[in-house]
């Protein structure tokens, strides 16, 4: 969607950018559909996971539970299905079990329902009640079709078989060796959040002000190359690196490397959709938990940046004191400016995109990996829950961390300076990765 920040932008203009966004959305879909067999849409790859077939269904009854009966007020068209879709109400491992409609009959009925929504995108004034405003239930429901789209790109790397995916690589990054290893950011207030984003979530909202000391982050995410060296070093024996719940984890599974990765003659192999390759060095590690990023973090001598730290390196221009949508300013993203949309099935090289910097020269803060840091997944002061508890407000608290700035399988309708994620810390299945930050002042001692 293009839209400026300042200002909402003109209806139609809107109306225009909605229609791209779900159509974007729903290209995405069917090719995350339809490059597999029926019998790898119904089956489940892993109890994390859904069938696919689940999600391309429940993505149908959200548009239609959302647009066309909460917008609309229409009678329901499958009203019998609405509890089998309930994310609420089945937990992924016993999806399969549920009586889910079929490749053909789901794909069918979320193109009736897509249909339908189009036609009510044409006529229907946007403004008025809070749901219109701006096309905010439809930039919620393009939104919510992403989310799961890259929801089913994990799965297919979890799926087991032949490669059903392709995709170029990144080109590599031209200054990376040039860059310094970290940025300084300056201290005081900054406005984190957002009260302007016409399809901002719940959670992002209202802007207010925090105060920050003044703090060092990491230029990049931190490469596999580096995450090597942690690993070289003993990382993964090093009681004394981790997290108590987090070296448990290790011990009882037998972790001893990221997700994906196994040795074989002397040298670390990953696979990644399924191709089989040597580890990247200089590509941003991913399919860590936060445990893992936390001891990498402290092997360093260094920590895992929070949330708040995380915004202003992103959005902060010292220049002017005003926060940006996002690093390089307030206009949406282009293929110069980050890794997004799955338009490439990896991270770029550690150091790309220098068009999408932050004002203070931090990179990649976008797209690539999802970033984890230090913090909780919490509301923001003057939080209120819109439209549904269940988005964010169930999902407060400790058990939860944030993850920051997107990743390759995040279209840009879901990714911004303000956007927050959040997820349990064991989990390694989602495109994470992290960057590493230290308070400013003399240096720790690490390796940092």
Same mark, same amino acid.
């Given at each position: ?12 203009? @809107?109306?225009? !950018? ?33 069938? @696919?077939?689940?999600?391309?269904? =429940? ?13 609309? +007020? ?5 009203? %019998? ?6 994310? &609420? ?7 399969? *079990? ?41 930039? /919620?429901?393009?939104? =919510?079709?992403?989310? #799961? ?18 995709? $170029? ?22 406005? /984190? ?25 990491? *230029? ?10 942690? /690993? ?6 090093? %009681? ?21 990765? =196994? ?12 191709? *089989? ?5 200089? %590509?941003?590690?991913? #399919? ?12 360093? +001598?260094?920590? @895992? ?31 110069? =400016? ?5 338009r490439h099935l990896r991270p770029a090289p550690a150091g790309s995109y220098p068009?999408?910097?932050? $004002? ?42 944030? @993850?920051?700035? +997107?990743? &390759? ?9 303000? &956007? ?12 994470? !990765?992290?960057? *590493? ?12």
């Amino acid at each position: 969607m293009t839209a400026t920040f300042e200002s909402p932008p003109h209806p139609e203009a @809107l109306r225009a !950018g909605a229609v791209a966004a779900l159509s974007t959305a729903r290209d995405r879909t069917d090719l995350l559909t339809s490059c597999v067999e029926d019998d790898q849409l119904t089956a489940q790859h892993s109890p994390l996971m859904s069938p @696919l077939v689940w999600d391309l269904a =429940h993505i149908g009854n959200q548009e239609e539970q959302w647009l066309l009966r909460a917008v609309a +007020g229409r009678e329901p068209m499958r009203p %019998e299905i609405d509890s089998v879709y309930d994310a &609420f109400e089945h937990p992924r491992a016993e999806r399969p *079990t549920l009586p889910l409609l079929p490749p053909a009959e789901a794909r069918q009925y979320a193109s009736e329902v897509r249909g339908r929504v189009l036609d009510l995108l044409e006529r229907t004034p946007l403004e008025g009640s809070t749901l219109l405003d701006a096309g905010f239930a439809f930039g /919620m429901i393009a939104q =919510h079709e992403q989310q #799961h789209d890259e929801t089913m790109l994990i799965t297919h790397q979890l799926r087991r078989g032949p490669a059903a995916l392709t995709a $170029p690589d990144p080109s590599p990054a031209s200054d990376a060796a040039s860059l310094p290893r970290e940025v300084l950011v300056p201290g005081g207030p900054f406005t /984190m959040g957002t009260s302007a984003e016409p399809w901002a979530l719940d959670n992002e909202r209202p802007a207010h002000q925090r105060e920050v000391a003044v703090y060092w982050i990491d *230029t990049t995410p931190v490469t596999c190359g580096a995450y090597l060296e942690f /690993m070289a070093d003993g990382g993964y024996a090093r %009681e004394s690196c981790w997290d108590p719940v987090g070296w448990a984890l290790i011990q009882r599974q037998g972790i001893e490397a990221p997700l994906f990765w =196994h040795r074989e003659g002397g040298q670390w192999l990953r696979r990644r959709f399924g191709v *089989t390759e040597p580890v990247p060095l200089n %590509e941003p590690v991913l #399919h860590v938990s936060w445990y893992e990023a936390d001891a990498y973090a402290r092997w360093a +001598g260094r920590r @895992l940046p929070t949330e708040t730290e995380w915004e202003k390196a992103a959005r902060h221009d010292p220049a002017t004191g005003r926060s940006l949508r996002y690093p390089w300013g307030d206009t949406d993203p282009t293929a110069r =400016h980050a890794n997004l949309g799955q338009r490439h099935l990896r991270p770029a090289p550690a150091g790309s995109y220098p068009a999408g910097a932050s $004002p203070l020269g931090v990179r990649q803060l976008i797209g690539d990996v999802w970033e984890w840091t230090a913090s909780d997944f919490l509301p923001y002061p003057g939080f209120a829950a819109f439209p549904y508890r269940e988005y964010s407000e169930v999902f407060f608290g400790p058990d939860h961390k944030v @993850l920051r700035g +997107g990743s &390759f399988a995040v279209d840009a309708v879901a990714c911004r300076g303000t &956007f927050r994620n959040w997820d349990y810390p064991v989990r390694r299945q989602i495109f994470s !990765g992290f960057r *590493t930050a230290r308070d400013a002042g003399p240096a720790a001692g690490g390796r940092g």
